[in-house]
């Protein structure tokens, strides 16, 4: 079976396709949404201005509190759920709880919270939402300069 999710924001448009699911997946993995192969980030959670191998801008991106908003959502419910489990089963004493859970919560928030922040960007390069379909286009650039046109010439 072969999930195709992709978006155009014309369908008549001769822009290329971008599967959602493809960007998202190479986003998650660290990786450029459009090329696969250069590196997202320049620092931890810094996104690179652009891709090093195939030049995308990637500095539209506005992931902003989307990415710690999942993170939480999800180290949440499974530390909760493990909390509880272990409290059902086994009734152990509060400092083993937080010796088991602490170490958890933290390794899971700071492994997830990229991967969330690089799935979010691929998800909006895929969409070509804030500036990441935009192409400079010449002729749209003399147009859009054209300037008020003259009141005397307008047909009365
Ligand atoms: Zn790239």
Redesign the pocket.
């Known amino acids: 079976m072969v999930i195709q999710i992709t978006s155009s924001t014309d369908p008549g448009s001769t822009e290329a396709e971008r599967s959602i699911l493809t960007a998202m997946l190479r986003g998650a993995r660290h990786?450029?949404?459009?090329?696969?192969?250069?590196r997202l980030f320049a620092r931890y959670l810094k996104v690179a201005d652009t891709?090093?191998?195939?030049?995308?801008e990637l500095h539209h991106h506005r992931a902003d509190d989307a990415p710690p908003y999942f993170t939480i959502l999800v180290v949440g419910h499974l530390v909760v759920a493990g909390i509880l489990s272990v409290e059902m089963a086994l009734s152990p004493q509060p400092w083993v709880q937080a010796l088991i859970w602490l170490p958890i919560t933290l390794v899971l928030s700071l492994t997830l919270l990229p991967r969330f922040k690089g799935a979010l960007i691929g998800l909006q390069w895929a969409l070509r939402m804030h500036g990441f379909g935009e192409e400079p286009d010449p002729s749209e650039a003399t147009l859009s300069h054209a300037g008020p046109v003259d009141p005397s010439t307008r047909p009365s």
């Open positions: 990786l450029c949404p459009a090329c696969g192969r250069g891709c090093p191998s195939c030049a995308t």
